[in-house]
């Protein structure tokens, strides 16, 4: 695919993480987790650079080795109530202010190392063909998910939803959630917005199997199997 110079592809990645420390750096069969997230973006094709927002130095001499160029940010914008589409803005702002054409603004977490190079170029083309200015990547979920969430209130444990989604499996609607592993949008949009969940919006199915968000030890066994297990489509 010849490159398409308006595309920003864009990988937030701080240092610290609390559930499991350095986990941008896990190895996964001997490589790095983000360099996973480089791969896909670099074999994609839809631009010539793949740019990572860090504000640690191991992750940035990491991403460099595995061709990505660093965009430094700053230690305030890594805290835990900070959005990772604002690091995706600051670059943005960054290189237009050099005269560099922008018109898509991908967000690709590095915590989804098993999303391929094809959701990435199939997302940008399932924007374009919607004629809708954000798009961000979904896994189906079983309903009944909703029909058994239950939240815990000062008078005692209640279903989340009350009776809505109270029915037999049958009757209820396909339901999806979001997996984070792509967040696209046009970017004059995300600059209004501030999110990637504005309208029109638009999805790229993702299957379970290339879903798995890494957050916990667990999570980085389930990717292991699944690469072990080999392509499962």
């Known amino acids: 695919m010849i490159p398409t110079s308006n595309v920003l592809l864009a990988i937030p990645a701080r240092g610290g993480s609390k559930r499991l420390p350095r986990k941008n750096l896990a190895l996964i069969n001997g490589k790095p987790m983000i360099a996973y997230t480089i791969e896909a973006a670099l074999e994609s094709g839809l631009s010539d650079s793949v740019y990572v927002c860090t504000e640690d130095d191991e992750i940035a001499r990491v991403s460099r080795e595995w061709g990505a160029k660093v965009f430094q940010i ?45 959701d990435i170029t199939e997302s940008l083309a399932t924007l374009k063909a919607e004629d809708a200015h954000y798009l961000v990547s979904v896994t189906p979920i079983d309903p009944h998910y909703f029909h058994w969430a239950m939240v815990e209130k000062s008078d005692g444990w209640q279903m989340y939803f009350g009776t809505e989604f109270l029915k037999e499996r049958i009757y209820l609607p396909d339901a999806f959630r979001p997996n984070g592993a792509i967040k696209l949008a046009v970017a004059g949009r995300l600059k ?34 699944v690469l072990t297990a080999g392509n499962l489509g």
């Open 74 to 118: 700053p230690q305030s914008m890594t805290e835990d109530d900070v959005s990772s589409t604002v690091p995706c803005l600051v670059l943005y702002d960054s290189l237009t202010e050099k005269s560099k054409q922008i018109d898509y603004i991908f967000n690709l977490q590095p915590t989804s190392p098993l999303r391929s190079s094809q």
């Open 192 to 225: 209004k917005t501030g999110n990637y969940f504005g309208a029109p919006l638009a999805v790229h199915e993702m299957p379970e199997h290339r879903s798995i968000h890494v957050a916990t030890e667990f999570d980085l066994i389930c990717t292991q199997a």
